[in-house]
């Protein structure tokens, strides 16, 4: 009787510690997904801000190059996409398409000297050069969230919980757009 309670006693004392861990575990994941989640709206407030900068830098290339009806089709297309996407996969797609479209507007602006002395325009470029750089420390920190979020997913055994608690790969890294290490041409 005196054993059989002993045995009963290490039986609860170890689903006890197996609960605890469990719980630990699955905790511990459900703070990581938020992380990724906070740092995915701290790179949509930044894309975002650059959003609403763009249509005061093309308004003002605009006066100079209004023949360039291709480029500013482009960089509102590619703005409106950004607005409306949904998921951060939309957001990504939308921003590589609105880089693309700067570059070509930049590259337009090369063909204008008046321009590129204009005030206004020197402030919306340094303001935009501004916002990308804060693109770049914001996606810096979501990859490395998302990152620690997944790799805890495959630990042991912090993928026995996750799967049973239904926590799922999370592959929304952001990545550079396809020839973005190559510099647009400028041709006069």
């Known amino acids: 009787m005196k054993i059989a309670l002993i045995v009963i006693a290490i039986i609860l004392v170890i689903l006890l510690g197996i609960g605890g861990k469990f719980v630990s575990i699955h905790n511990q994941l459900a703070v990581q997904q938020e992380a990724v989640k906070a740092q995915w709206a701290d790179v949509d407030v930044v894309l975002q801000r650059r959003a609403d900068l ?8 605009k006066g100079f190059a209004a023949h360039e009806t291709e480029v500013y089709k482009s960089i509102a297309d590619a703005r409106a996409a ?86 799922t790969r999370n592959d929304a890294y952001f990545k550079t757009a396809p020839g973005a290490d190559q510099a647009p041409k400028v041709q006069f």
Do not use: C
């Not at 763009?54 to 290339?61: A, W, Y």
């Open 82 to 167: 950004l607005i409306s996407g949904r998921t951060p996969q939309d957001k990504i797609t939308a921003n590589d398409q609105l880089s693309g479209a700067l570059s070509r507007l930049l590259v337009v602006a090369e063909n204008y000297p008046q321009l590129k002395s204009n005030e206004n325009f020197l402030s919306l470029q340094n303001q935009l050069e501004g916002s990308e750089n804060r693109i770049a420390v914001e996606r810096r920190k979501y990859n490395e969230a998302l990152q620690t979020y997944n790799a805890t997913l495959q630990l042991f055994p912090q993928n026995i919980v996750a799967s049973l608690s239904g926590f």
């Open 54 to 61: 763009i249509p005061n830098l093309v308004n003002t290339v």
